[in-house]
Every structure is written in structure tokens, then in C-alpha cells.
């Protein structure tokens, strides 16, 4: 079946420090692929997405690249601020699963001033 | 905000009980998923309908039921509730079923069993 794996957390970083955290996935035919954000106490956001191989996700500063090759999807951030202190999932859809979503387990990560 | 609303948003009850919760998707989006969030399965997608019909089920227990109604609100049910049943769920929508379209989540509603 479908999964996806991405690094555990926390991830603890310093204000302007790169981010990345690291997604890859199984899956049958072409998924997209999305990275949703839960900050403290709230739901899940969408951060960005991508619906193709080699298409770059991008907004508020992360990116992500679906790659088909590696099938990763890694999310990128060139300089954290403390605000991007939340929860991140990376997450696929199929449409021959129904078009859920299939989630990894969430990267917690904390920036500090 | 995602322009889903979910109520109620925190809701407290004992085993054995029964509960309704409730979810309104986007104005203009007919298909509407539930998933749960537990600390030891993760995020776990639970069911989905899509303007008025089941369209796919996850891992729901056969205790849970759901239904979409004309308005496309959707109700998710849990009876004979259990300590285990304690976790946020969440109601997600989506324009159509398509593999591309994006899922707009609620703020979720918090459930403890006691």
C-alpha cells in the first residue's frame, strides 16, 4: 500500500538556520504530494503542493521538489523565523487510493530567538 | 482559515457514551473526508463521501458511522465509546475527487473519553 516516511523530530533550530526535513514515499502510479503545517493548537494547513514529477512546490519561503527518481519530496526553508515553530507532515494522494491522504508520522520543529 | 467549520471544538464524555460531531465544508466543495489524530497511529484517514455518497472508507470502526447530508454538511458518529477513542478529528473538503485537488481541513474537534 501506500506510506509515506519522514524524518523523525524534534528538530530544533536557530532564527535564520536552514530547514530541511526529509519526506519520501511508496506509492502505486503518479501521486501528488503535499506538505501540510499544524502550528500549536491549531489544524492542519496546507504549506504547499505538487502534482507531477519534477514540479517545485513553493510558499512563504519552503519549497519542496517532487522527485520521482528518489520519490522524495524533502521540504526546504532558506531562514527559519521562530513563527515557523510547528508541526509538519508531508502527505500523498492516489487516485486509485481513493484520493485520501496518506500522512507520515509529523516533524516537530522548534526555532529558537 | 480554511473556511471548513467544525463544532464542537473540544468535547468531554465517558465510555460507553455516544457522540456526534460536525463538519461543513467550503462553500462550492462537494466532497468531504474524516480522518483521526491519535498520538500512537498518527494522522489515519477514516471516510469519505462525496455529495451525499460514500465514497471510500479508511480504517473506521465499525462503532463509527458517518453521512453527508443534502446541504453537504456531514455528521461523524461514535457510539459505545472507549478510552482509545480519545483524539482530535478532523473533517477535511475538497472540490471534487480529483488526484490534483487540494484538502482544506476544519480546526478540528478534540475528543477525551474519560
Known amino acids: 500500500g501506500n506510506s509515506v516516511t519522514q524524518m523523525e523530530g524534534p528538530v530544533t533550530l536557530s532564527e535564520e538556520a536552514f530547514l530541511t526535513i526529509n519526506c519520501t514515499y511508496t506509492?502505486?502510479?503518479?501521486?501528488?504530494l503535499f506538505w501540510y503545517v499544524q502550528y500549536p493548537g491549531e489544524g492542519l494547513q496546507l504549506l504547499l503542493k505538487?502534482?507531477?514529477?519534477?514540479d517545485k512546490g513553493s510558499n512563504k519561503g519552503f519549497e519542496a521538489t517532487y522527485r520521482k527518481e528518489t520519490t522524495s519530496f524533502h521540504l526546504e526553508k532558506g531562514s527559519v523565523q521562530v513563527s515557523d515553530s510547528a508541526v509538519y507532515f508531508c502527505?500523498?494522494?492516489?487516485?486509485?487510493?481513493?484520493?485520501?491522504?496518506?500522512f507520515g508520522g509529523g516533524t516537530r520543529v522548534l526555532v529558537k530567538p | 482559515d480554511s473556511g471548513v467549520t467544525q463544532t464542537p471544538k473540544h468535547l468531554i464524555t465517558a465510555t460507553g457514551q455516544r457522540v456526534t460531531l460536525r463538519c461543513s465544508p467550503r462553500?462550492?466543495?462537494?466532497?468531504v473526508y474524516w480522518y483521526q489524530q491519535s498520538l500512537d497511529q498518527g494522522l489515519q484517514f477514516l471516510i469519505q463521501?462525496?455529495?451525499?455518497?460514500?465514497?471510500a472508507k479508511g480504517n473506521i470502526l465499525e462503532r463509527f458511522s458517518a453521512q453527508q447530508f443534502p446541504d453537504l454538511h456531514s455528521e461523524l458518529n461514535l457510539s459505545s465509546l472507549e478510552l482509545g477513542d480519545s483524539a482530535l478529528y478532523f473533517c477535511?473538503?475538497?472540490?471534487?475527487?480529483?488526484?490534483?485537488?487540494?484538502?482544506?481541513f476544519g480546526p478540528g474537534t478534540r475528543l477525551t473519553v474519560l
Open positions: 463521501y462525496y455529495n451525499g455518497e460514500e465514497r
Open positions: 505538487a502534482t507531477k514529477a519534477d
Open positions: 462553500s462550492g466543495d462537494l466532497s
Open positions: 502527505a500523498l494522494k492516489a487516485q486509485a487510493a481513493g484520493n485520501k491522504l496518506t
Open positions: 477535511a473538503s475538497s472540490v471534487a475527487v480529483s488526484g490534483t485537488d487540494t484538502q482544506y
Open positions: 506509492a502505486t502510479g503518479y501521486p501528488s
